[in-house]
């Protein structure tokens, strides 16, 4: 009986993906087959549909498919737009698919296109050498290695392609850890071939779930430290060994496992194991961060009660349908339906911390300080409304690298990230608000203003991640950068409405764009608010006060709820 409900439930999902797949693909034709140029967007929905057939149905056989589907479009794309971003898109949807389905017949095809492109559309001869290599060295009998090989003669003026990466060393390895996932990096000192096996736990020899991953034609480096036992909830320890002549071995022992990701980056050659916790949901940036979740979550429903018990501090609505709805007192005019709206995660990313000072005021204020004041204050005026789950990227003076703020709120499953910081120019009466989203910038200043918040890219462990030039050379418009733009406007309008209710001359910037490394790569709607100038006299002496603080936070929260609250955004699902 119960063979019988699995076998319903995989043909019911196979059944689902193949709709799913087919409406994509309809979509596919069309846009390849159009005289038209069109828009971006277009190309942009129609990879969205394909990567959440992978996504929704990762175990059908259409996930492949999808992921392949959706590098075609990035590539295609390419020639559409003239964008080399898209080329990087192609290439991501391409790995995707290697790591996740090795066995694929695809797998050869999406790398011998990940050749093409760094062959012929980048001129990097390189990085196409070692992706063929690759195609030689994971399927030799794959019908696209006759290709492979052709194209290795030719890249190589006649030589005769390598059959085994040789003379590779593992050089150190390094993890980089926080209560939802662990990241640990094998630095390599030039590509190689490696594959990975997953062991689960085995009560009756009493070993934990383990994870390895053999690196071909490897030796570790004799400074190697052997036996690495790591202070992380998620990993036990790390091993390394030499397993036999030509492989060397690679093994994370692990106290919980939700999920991993393995992936070969370069400059420099390493590859890239991700772990994931078995409720990453439910797990925080850091343990204080945690405890107030469970505070959070416990204190739902006396407060729902209280409510009830007192009717004039929360002000009741009946909609002509004759339901009853709440109207948050610290957020007024906002309208929440509690049984029917969904619990959204709400990221709040304290900028700069710990050795990153950020701006520095005429009075010695110190930007990094007076926005985690306020990211705090927001997260206290965020969790009045029982709706919200509010994460912090940061909840004291310490430095997250910039590539780990956006990645986290990823995996917190986000539904928005707020990045705070305070503005700073050489100009000392400079004043005023603006709130900026991830786009080309709208002018010099803008600009200038990216490349001083994006200067901490090259602090800490995560400094080699991306390529920043890649990214800000040719950047096409992330999925959410409409729904960014829509949230930015109501913040911004929300802000200097209360504001200059209650202070002279306050100056209105407006919503602009520029390339903040922060802000890309975020699956979700995000933008940066820039709340005042530290470096103008009368704004910094205001950013240092309480009051100012709280009245800033107040009014984030009125124009994140109205965003929240906008039909078009308060039908859509939560991440989960």
Partial sequence: MVCAVHVRTVEAAGQAAEQQYQKARSKYYELINSRQTGQQAEWLICIEMFRRVWSEHPKTKRASDALFSA?????????????????YGAIKAYEQLVDAYPKSTLADDALYNTAIIYHEDMGDRRQALQVLNRILQLYPRGDMASQARSLLKKLRGGAAPNKEASGVVIEDIRYWSNPAYTRVSIYLSRAAAYHHHFLKKDPRLQTPPRL?????????????????????????RVRSGQFDQNVARVVLDMNSVYDYQISARSEPHRIIIDVQGERPRQTLVAEIVDAELKQTISAAAPQAKTVQKK??????????????????????????????APIRTIVIDPGHG??????????????????LGIALKLRDVLRKNQRYKVILTRDHD????????????????????ISIHANASRKRKASGIS????????????????????????????????????????MSKNFFTYQSADLASMVQRAMVKSLKSRYKKVQDLGVKGAMFYVLWNTDMPAILVETSFITNATEERRLRSDFYQL???????????????????????PRS
């Fill in 354 to 371: 710990g050795d990153d000072p950020g701006a520095v005021g005429p009075g010695g204020t110190r930007e990094k300080a007076v926005v």
């Fill in 398 to 417: 310490v430095f997250v690298p910039l590539q780990e703020r956006s990645r986290l709120a990823n995996q917190m499953r986000g539904d928005l990230f």
């Fill in 311 to 340: 009717p004039d501090k929360v002000k009741t609505a009946v909609s002509k349908h004759g339901s009853a709805k709440k109207t948050s007192p610290d957020i007024p005019g906002i309208e929440m339906n509690l049984q029917q």
């Fill in 551 to 573: 009245e800033l936070a107040k009014s984030l929260g009125k124009g994140i709820s109205k965003f929240l609250n906008t039909p078009r955004y308060a039908k859509s699902s």
């Fill in 435 to 474: 709130t900026y989203i991830f786009d080309d910038a709208t002018d010099e200043y803008s600009k200038r203003l990216a490349q001083r918040e994006n200067a901490s890219i090259h602090q800490g462990e995560m400094q080699d991640e991306d390529i920043l030039q890649r990214i800000f050379k040719s």
């Fill in 71 to 87: 590098g075609l479009l990035y590539w295609n794309m390419h020639q559409r737009f003239g964008k080399q971003s898209n080329l």
């Fill in 212 to 236: 390895y991953v053999d690196v071909r034609g490897a030796k570790l480096s004799a400074k190697l430290q052997r036996n690495m036992k790591l202070k992380d909830a998620l990993l036990q």
